[in-house]
């Protein structure tokens, strides 16, 4: 069932272009980490771990695809050991830059979870919790039981429901691609299915949100073609007329964007079924 959650486009990309993508997006992602909304997003993960029984004092943590922190320091803050694990070198800078400062047990790691082998990095079984937030780390059924393979006790998975874009993604998408942009729908549907079918009982939260940023059109522009353009190059001519949408939706020189989210968050325990 998994196999079908990535074919949202993840598919095709590679480790490198993945880990590229990323790293341009590393300073970003590291600046919103103490922002209201992030903190307010965390400490709603750590209220749902701390429901199913997760202490983090004392416990060892294997954070997937964890960027530059956000769930990784505040579980280290609380006593956990963690082992932080990346693609993006840029996110991982970032987080050691946190780690050295606040001296955390943080063990961080470059590496694909695409094709991690958890034997020869002493994973399997090691883990009172296992996370993957918000990550492309988890793809495929494959990866997925990776993930389980790792823990001992509690898993943590959290992905998209429903992502309606800013109306210059799905422009650029229909007009200037020529190609569809409808919503993901199966970030979190098909591995909540794959658990509960599994025999597993994930408990399960349904967050909402919408997105509202204000940005130069350049610097709108260009993030629109890295992140639309992940995994495939466009040319100058595609780059130029998305250049050109976004300068002209923005006649004050300034274009404000807004996304409607509903994203879904669940813990497990693998031993029970």
């Known amino acids: ?3 079908k959650a990535a074919a949202n486009g993840l598919a095709v990309l590679d480790e490198g272009r993945m880990a590229e993508f990323w790293n341009k997006r590393s300073e970003n992602y590291a600046n919103n980490i103490g922002k209201d ?5 965390t400490d709603e993960i750590l209220e749902l771990l701390k429901e199913a029984g997760f202490n983090p004092e004392g416990s ?3 954070d997937i695809g964890c960027g530059p922190g956000p769930l990784s320091l505040p579980l280290a803050r609380l006593g956990a050991e963690v082992t932080a694990l990346d693609i993006s070198s840029g996110m991982l800078d970032r987080l050691k830059d946190a780690v050295k400062k606040e001296s955390l047990p943080v063990d961080v790691i470059e590496c694909s979870w695409w094709t991690a082998d958890i034997d020869e990095l002493g994973f399997r079984n090691k883990f009172d919790l296992v996370i993957a937030s918000m990550t492309p780390g988890i793809r495929d059924v494959d990866n997925f039981d ?17 992502r309606v874009e800013d109306k210059a993604y799905r422009d650029i998408r ?6 569809s942009s409808g919503n993901n729908m199966n970030g979190i549907i098909f591995p909540f299915m794959y658990l509960y079918l599994s025999e597993y009982r994930p408990s399960l939260r349904i967050n909402h949100s919408e997105w509202k940023e204000e940005l130069n059109w350049k610097e709108a522009a260009e993030q629109a073609i890295g992140f639309i353009g992940r995994g495939r190059d466009f040319d100058d001519n595609t780059k130029e007329k998305i250049m050109d949408y976004y300068q002209n939706a923005s006649p004050d020189g300034i274009y ?4 409607d989210v509903y994203t879904g968050m669940m813990v497990w325990e693998v031993n029970g079924k």
């Open 1 to 3: 069932m998994l196999e």
């Open 146 to 162: 990776m993930m389980m393979a790792c823990s001992k006790n509690l898993c943590y998975y959290s992905n998209f429901l429903r």
């Open 256 to 259: 404000s964007s807004e996304s």
């Open 174 to 179: 229909s007009s200037i691609l020529g190609e």
């Open 60 to 62: 060892r943590v294997l």
């Open 37 to 41: 909304k992030r903190k307010k997003k």
